[in-house]
């Protein structure tokens, strides 16, 4: 079966620009979730799906934002970029909600 | 609110040898999952072993154990015959059993294996 793909895995953009993320989830899976990953604050959880519905959101402003649709296919998008949102972006599916995550390799984003 | 910390930045063993990172926990939950992550310079994230809070018995994984000390909130990986792969950050996750709930994460440990 495979695992969970993330696209792109480099990006780089200027700030001011937005950027759209995506996670294919692996087959079955319902749930999605992301996190950024900086040197600096480790592992942050960003946000849930479960059924094309955002189930938990983390403490990140509102340029961040996701959606998931009904193959649970989701997209995770920032705008108004700022040097700060430099990171790794993870995403991870699960069956169900309280089913162990299964992770993406990340998506890397710079921003110049 | 949940809190999990790993108080190793940096580990370091001999291939061959065992090696145990800790973990600690705080939540006033009574059931929850643990798990042990782990992120190779590759970055692709992996899981190695969870944890179910109401079983008693230590979960393992061919050489990777862990031994839950559910009074103490205690989760800690035991590493045994390291091998130059394991080399990676390893992080402790903690996720409540009930629903809409995130998986909160430790700050890493970076283990390194010497040939």
């Known amino acids: 079966k495979a695992g969970v793909t993330q696209t792109p895995r480099y990006l780089i953009k200027t700030r001011g620009q937005q950027v759209t993320l995506s996670c294919s989830p692996i087959?079955?899976?319902?749930?999605v979730s992301w996190y950024q990953q900086t040197p600096g604050q480790g592992l942050q959880f960003l946000f849930e799906?479960?059924?094309?519905?955002?189930?938990n959101k983390g403490n990140f402003p509102g340029r961040f934002s996701g959606r998931q649709f009904s193959n649970s296919r989701s997209e995770m998008n920032v705008s108004t970029l700022e040097l700060g949102d430099s990171a790794l972006y993870l995403c991870?599916?699960?069956?169900?909600?309280?089913?162990?995550?299964?992770f993406g390799p990340g998506t890397r984003l710079l921003v110049l | 609110a949940q809190t999990v910390t790993q108080s190793q930045p940096e580990m370091s063993v001999q291939e061959a040898e065992t090696v145990t990172l800790s973990c600690t926990y705080d939540?006033?939950?009574?059931?929850?999952?643990l798990f042990w992550y782990k992120q190779p310079p590759s970055r692709q994230m992996i899981l190695v072993i969870r944890?179910?809070?109401?079983?008693?018995q230590n979960a393992t994984e061919n050489r990777f154990s862990v031994n839950f000390q559910k009074a103490a909130k205690s989760f800690s990986l035991k590493i045994s015959d390291s091998q130059l792969g394991d080399t990676a950050m390893y992080f402790c996750?903690?996720?409540?059993?009930?629903?809409?709930?995130?998986?909160?994460f430790g700050p890493g440990t970076s283990l390194s294996v010497i040939p």
């Open positions: 991870a599916s699960s069956l169900d909600l309280q089913e162990t995550q299964y």
């Open positions: 087959s079955g899976h319902r749930s």
């Open positions: 799906y479960f059924s094309e519905t955002q189930r």
């Open positions: 939540t006033s939950e009574n059931n929850y999952y």
């Open positions: 944890q179910e809070a109401y079983k008693q």
């Open positions: 996750a903690f996720m409540k059993e009930t629903s809409y709930d995130k998986v909160i």
